[in-house]
C-alpha cells in the first residue's frame, strides 16, 4: 500500500479551559461551590476573599463580584432580611451579665476560631447507650464481650437479624461459645432501654412492649394474641377475619388497636443516626406589586476579587510565567461566577413568571413545564437549564423547593388545556385526605373523580403517582 499526505480542513468543537471551568461551577450546588472556591483561595494568591465593609475604587478592573449587579447594601428588602447591626447599642448592654462576671464561659468577640455550632452538646449513639448499660451490670468480662458482639450485630433498625448459632460459629472454637449462651444475652439486652433493642423479629418487639405497658390485663392480652398470632392479618387490615378468628366485637378491636399503635414502631427509635443536611436557598421569591419576583439570596454570594497589589507588581515588572497563568485563572474565576449567578437568576425569574398561579394558590395551581420551554425562551441550551436547576433552591412562602420541581410532564384536559403531575398529585392527595377512612376509595375510583373534574388520567397513572407520594394502598388505608 503506498502511503501518501493529504491536507484536510475541517470543524471541531473544543472546550477552553474558562469554558470547561463555568460548566463546572455552574453544576455545582452552593454547598459544592463553597468549597471548590476555598481550594482556589489556598491555591491562588492572587484571589482573595473581600472584606464586607471594603469599597473597590471606580477605576479597579476587578470590582468585588456581585451577582445580578444587585449589593446587599442596596437590596430593599424586608427588615427581617436586613442583617442586624449593633453600632448604636452600648457594649455593657451587649455584654450583659457575661461581660462583667469574668467567668471563664465569656469568650472575646474578635475571636474568629469560635463556632456556637461545635459547643452543642452531642447525643450519644445507640451503641454507645447500650454500652454504657452494659458497664453497669455485673457481668463478667467474658459476657461484655460477647455482648458487645451482639451490639455490634444490630441493625440500623436496632433488630437482630443473624442467627445466633452463626455468630457462635464465626468464634474461635477454643471459646466454647455456643448459642443458647448468646441467647441468654440477647434477651437481658432485650431489657435495656430502650425496651425490645435486640429483639428478632415485629412480634417479639411489639410483644415486649405490651408486657410492660399499664393498660388494662385484658386490652393488653388481646393485642398480644393480634401481634403474636395474627400479625399479617393486623398488617393487611383484614378486621373483618380478625373480629372473626379472635371472637370479639368492633369495640374490643378498636381499643385493642389503639393501644398497638400507640407502640414504638422500631427498636432504634430515638436514636436514628441520619445526619441533618442544610440547604442554603439560592433564590429568594418575595411579592411585589402584586406579583411574584425572584432575587439570589445575598447571604450565598460569595465575595471575591484579584488582588490588585499583586496584579500591579506583575503588570509593571512583568511577573513570572507561574504568576501570570494564576493572575488570569483568577480573573476567569472570578468572571464564571457572575455569569453562574446571572444565569441562575435568569432561569429562577424565568420559572417564577410562568409559575405565578402556584404560588398564589399552591400545588393544584402548578401549570405544565419542560425545560425545553425556559430553553427557547432564554436561548440557552436544554442542558444548560438542567445543569441550573440540579441542585439549586428557591425558598418562598409555601416552603423549600428545587428548581427542577418546577417541572413535570402534562396531562390533557376536557377543556383542551393541560395540567400538570405536580397539580394531579395533589388532586389525588386532596381526594384520598377527604375519602370516608371507614371506606376508602379505591384507585379507580379516584381516576373516576378526576375524570369528573375534567382530567383524563387512567388507574394506572393514579396508582404510579399515589405510590410515589408513598399513600398506602386502598386496603391498608381502612382504618376505625
Same mark, same amino acid.
Given at each position: 500500500?503506498?502511503?501518501?499526505?493529504?491536507?484536510?480542513?475541517?470543524?471541531?468543537?473544543?472546550?477552553?479551559?474558562?469554558?470547561?471551568?463555568?460548566?463546572? *461551577? !455552574?453544576?455545582?450546588?452552593?454547598?459544592? #461551590?463553597?468549597? $471548590? %472556591? =476555598?481550594?482556589?483561595?489556598? @491555591?491562588?494568591?492572587? /484571589?482573595?476573599?473581600?472584606?464586607?465593609?471594603?469599597?473597590?475604587?471606580?477605576?479597579?478592573?476587578?470590582?468585588?463580584?456581585?451577582?445580578?449587579?444587585?449589593?446587599?447594601?442596596?437590596?430593599?428588602?424586608?427588615?427581617?432580611?436586613?442583617?442586624?447591626?449593633?453600632?448604636?447599642?452600648?457594649?455593657?448592654?451587649?455584654?450583659?451579665?457575661?461581660?462583667?462576671?469574668?467567668?471563664?464561659?465569656?469568650?472575646?468577640?474578635?475571636?474568629?476560631?469560635?463556632?456556637?455550632?461545635?459547643?452543642?452538646?452531642?447525643?450519644?449513639?445507640?451503641?454507645?447507650?447500650?454500652?454504657?448499660?452494659?458497664?453497669?451490670?455485673?457481668?463478667?468480662?467474658?459476657?461484655?464481650?460477647?455482648?458487645?458482639?451482639?451490639?455490634?450485630?444490630?441493625?440500623?433498625?436496632?433488630?437482630?437479624?443473624? *442467627? !445466633?448459632?452463626?455468630?457462635?460459629?464465626? #468464634?474461635?472454637? $477454643? %471459646? =466454647?461459645?455456643?448459642?443458647? @449462651?448468646?441467647?441468654? /444475652?440477647?434477651?437481658?439486652?432485650?431489657?435495656?432501654?430502650?425496651?425490645?433493642?435486640?429483639?428478632?423479629?415485629?412480634?417479639?418487639?411489639?410483644?415486649?412492649?405490651?408486657?410492660?405497658?399499664?393498660?388494662?390485663?385484658?386490652?393488653?392480652?388481646?393485642?398480644?394474641?393480634?401481634?403474636?398470632?395474627?400479625?399479617?392479618?393486623?398488617?393487611?387490615?383484614?378486621?373483618?377475619?380478625?373480629?372473626?378468628?379472635?371472637?370479639?366485637?368492633?369495640?374490643?378491636?378498636?381499643?385493642?388497636?389503639?393501644?398497638?399503635?400507640?407502640?414504638?414502631?422500631?427498636?432504634?427509635?430515638?436514636?436514628?443516626?441520619?445526619?441533618?443536611?442544610?440547604?442554603?436557598?439560592?433564590?429568594?421569591?418575595?411579592?411585589?406589586?402584586?406579583?411574584?419576583?425572584?432575587?439570589?439570596?445575598?447571604?450565598? *454570594?460569595?465575595?471575591?476579587?484579584?488582588?490588585?497589589?499583586?496584579?500591579?507588581?506583575?503588570?509593571?515588572?512583568?511577573?513570572?510565567?507561574? /504568576?501570570?497563568?494564576?493572575?488570569?485563572?483568577?480573573?476567569?474565576?472570578?468572571?464564571?461566577?457572575?455569569?453562574?449567578?446571572?444565569?441562575?437568576?435568569?432561569?429562577?425569574?424565568?420559572?417564577?413568571?410562568?409559575?405565578?398561579?402556584?404560588?398564589?394558590?399552591?400545588?393544584?395551581?402548578?401549570?405544565?413545564?419542560?425545560?425545553?420551554?425556559?430553553?427557547?425562551?432564554?436561548?440557552?441550551?436544554?442542558?444548560?437549564?438542567?445543569?441550573?436547576?440540579?441542585?439549586?433552591?428557591?425558598?418562598?412562602?409555601?416552603?423549600?423547593?428545587?428548581?427542577?420541581?418546577?417541572?413535570?410532564?402534562?396531562?390533557?384536559?376536557?377543556?383542551?388545556?393541560?395540567?400538570?403531575?405536580?397539580?394531579?398529585?395533589?388532586?389525588?392527595?386532596?381526594?384520598?385526605?377527604?375519602?370516608?377512612?371507614?371506606?376508602?376509595?379505591?384507585?379507580?375510583?379516584?381516576?373516576?373523580?378526576?375524570?369528573?373534574?375534567?382530567?383524563?388520567?387512567?388507574?394506572?397513572?393514579?396508582?404510579?403517582?399515589?405510590?410515589?407520594?408513598?399513600?398506602?394502598?386502598?386496603?391498608?388505608?381502612?382504618?376505625?
Amino acid at each position: 500500500m503506498k502511503q501518501t499526505l493529504q491536507l484536510k480542513t475541517s470543524q471541531q468543537l473544543t472546550l477552553t479551559p474558562q469554558l470547561q471551568q463555568s460548566i463546572k *461551577l !455552574l453544576q455545582m450546588s452552593t454547598l459544592d #461551590l463553597s468549597t $471548590e %472556591l =476555598e481550594r482556589y483561595l489556598l @491555591e491562588n494568591p492572587l /484571589l482573595e476573599r473581600a472584606d464586607s465593609d471594603s469599597h473597590d475604587e471606580p477605576d479597579s478592573p476587578l470590582p468585588v463580584l456581585t451577582p445580578g449587579g444587585d449589593t446587599p447594601a442596596a437590596d430593599s428588602g424586608s427588615e427581617a432580611e436586613r442583617p442586624e447591626t449593633d453600632s448604636n447599642r452600648d457594649d455593657g448592654e451587649l455584654l450583659g451579665d457575661w461581660g462583667s462576671s469574668g467567668s471563664g464561659s465569656s469568650r472575646n468577640d474578635d475571636d474568629d476560631e469560635f463556632d456556637p455550632i461545635l459547643n452543642t452538646p452531642c447525643r450519644p449513639s445507640l451503641r454507645e447507650h447500650l454500652t454504657a448499660q452494659m458497664g453497669e451490670t455485673q457481668l463478667s468480662q467474658r459476657d461484655k464481650a460477647l455482648m458487645s458482639l451482639l451490639i455490634d450485630e444490630l441493625d440500623d433498625d436496632g433488630y437482630l437479624p443473624t *442467627l !445466633l448459632d452463626d455468630i457462635a460459629a464465626e #468464634l474461635p472454637l $477454643e %471459646l =466454647e461459645v455456643e448459642g443458647d @449462651e448468646l441467647e441468654c /444475652l440477647r434477651k437481658l439486652l432485650t431489657q435495656f432501654e430502650p425496651t425490645g433493642i435486640g429483639s428478632r423479629n415485629l412480634s417479639e418487639f411489639l410483644s415486649l412492649q405490651l408486657q410492660q405497658h399499664s393498660a388494662p390485663a385484658a386490652v393488653r392480652q388481646l393485642a398480644l394474641d393480634m401481634v403474636q398470632q395474627h400479625l399479617p392479618l393486623l398488617g393487611n387490615r383484614d378486621f373483618t377475619k380478625l373480629k372473626k378468628l379472635l371472637a370479639i366485637d368492633e369495640q374490643q378491636l378498636k381499643t385493642a388497636h389503639a393501644l398497638l399503635a400507640s407502640l414504638r414502631p422500631r427498636p432504634s427509635s430515638g436514636f436514628d443516626q441520619g445526619e441533618t443536611h442544610y440547604v442554603a436557598p439560592d433564590i429568594l421569591v418575595v411579592k411585589r406589586q402584586q406579583r411574584w419576583v425572584a432575587r439570589l439570596n445575598q447571604g450565598t *454570594l460569595p465575595r471575591l476579587r484579584v488582588n490588585q497589589m499583586y496584579a500591579g507588581m506583575l503588570q509593571q515588572k512583568g511577573g513570572s510565567h507561574n /504568576l501570570g497563568g494564576q493572575l488570569q485563572e483568577a480573573r476567569w474565576l472570578v468572571k464564571n461566577i457572575q455569569q453562574r449567578f446571572d444565569t441562575i437568576l435568569k432561569v429562577a425569574e424565568s420559572i417564577v413568571d410562568r409559575q405565578q398561579a402556584f404560588f398564589e394558590q399552591g400545588e393544584v395551581a402548578m401549570r405544565p413545564l419542560i425545560l425545553r420551554d425556559i430553553a427557547e425562551e432564554l436561548g440557552l441550551h436544554e442542558s444548560t437549564i438542567s445543569r441550573v436547576t440540579t441542585q439549586k433552591y428557591l425558598l418562598c412562602s409555601r416552603g423549600l423547593f428545587e428548581l427542577k420541581y418546577f417541572f413535570g410532564s402534562s396531562v390533557d384536559t376536557d377543556s383542551g388545556g393541560e395540567c400538570s403531575a405536580t397539580a394531579i398529585k395533589a388532586l389525588i392527595r386532596q381526594i384520598i385526605d377527604a375519602e370516608d377512612h371507614n371506606k376508602p376509595l379505591s384507585d379507580s375510583a379516584i381516576a373516576d373523580r378526576l375524570v369528573a373534574q375534567g382530567i383524563q388520567v387512567a388507574r394506572r397513572t393514579v396508582a404510579k403517582y399515589r405510590e410515589a407520594m408513598q399513600i398506602p394502598p386502598v386496603s391498608q388505608r381502612k382504618i376505625f
